[in-house]
């Protein structure tokens, strides 16, 4: 019966040492994080502790951004925005942030990022339909049906088009 070499142990040992390492650096802390802490202390905590974990995950921080933002701390939920837009931030992005923004009721900000969002790529027909509800949304219904026909004339059987256009049209909230 062979043994194995004492290379390949030592590698494998090597190998199981750097998982379990990195493993342990991005594990998240659990419960004890809110455990027993008044309601105020243990979503901060929280908050903390999802930032940690969701590194530089570009969602997960707009995600910690958008409860700060709306839960009163403004500039810590606009300097995690700011983080992810100045590495290389996509149309989605620029989409989740102005959606925090329009729940804010901060239309001003929402639109400038609508339309970065319709600047990363100017044909996408999803993001003219979501950029199309918002401008309905806010009583530029001529500007917001001009975006909607164009991402219904590329795809006339989508009928997430045509729920956008419905909620922006009645008043309900955007679903997602």
């Known amino acids: ?9 030592g590698t494998l040992c090597l190998l199981l040492g750097v998982g379990i390492g990195y493993a342990a650096k991005i594990t998240g802390a659990g419960i004890a994080v809110i455990r ?18 969701a590194a530089n995950g570009s969602w997960e ?7 700060y933002y709306l ?7 606009q300097a ?13 992005d620029y989409e989740k ?5 329009a729940e804010a009721g901060d239309n001003d900000q929402a639109t400038a990022n609508y339309e970065k969002m319709l600047a ?10 979501e950029v199309g509800a918002w401008y309905i949304r806010i009583g530029e219904r001529a500007k917001g049906e001009t975006l909607l026909a164009q991402a219904l004339q590329r795809r006339p059987n989508t009928p997430w088009y045509y729920v956008r256009a419905a909620e922006s049209l009645l008043g309900v909230p955007a679903g997602q």
């Open 80 to 92: 995690l925005f700011d983080h992810v837009l100045g590495g290389k931030p996509g149309g989605a």
């Open 36 to 53: 027993d802490k008044p309601a105020k202390e243990a979503a901060l905590a929280a908050l903390a502790e999802a930032e940690r974990v």
């Open 71 to 77: 839960s009163g701390d403004k500039p810590r939920g």
């Open 61 to 67: 921080l707009i995600a910690v951004g958008r409860v």
């Open 120 to 129: 990363v790529d100017p044909k996408d027909d999803s993001s003219q339909a």
């Open 97 to 101: 942030i102005a959606t925090v923004y």
């Open 1 to 9: 019966m062979k043994t194995p070499s004492v290379l390949a142990t």
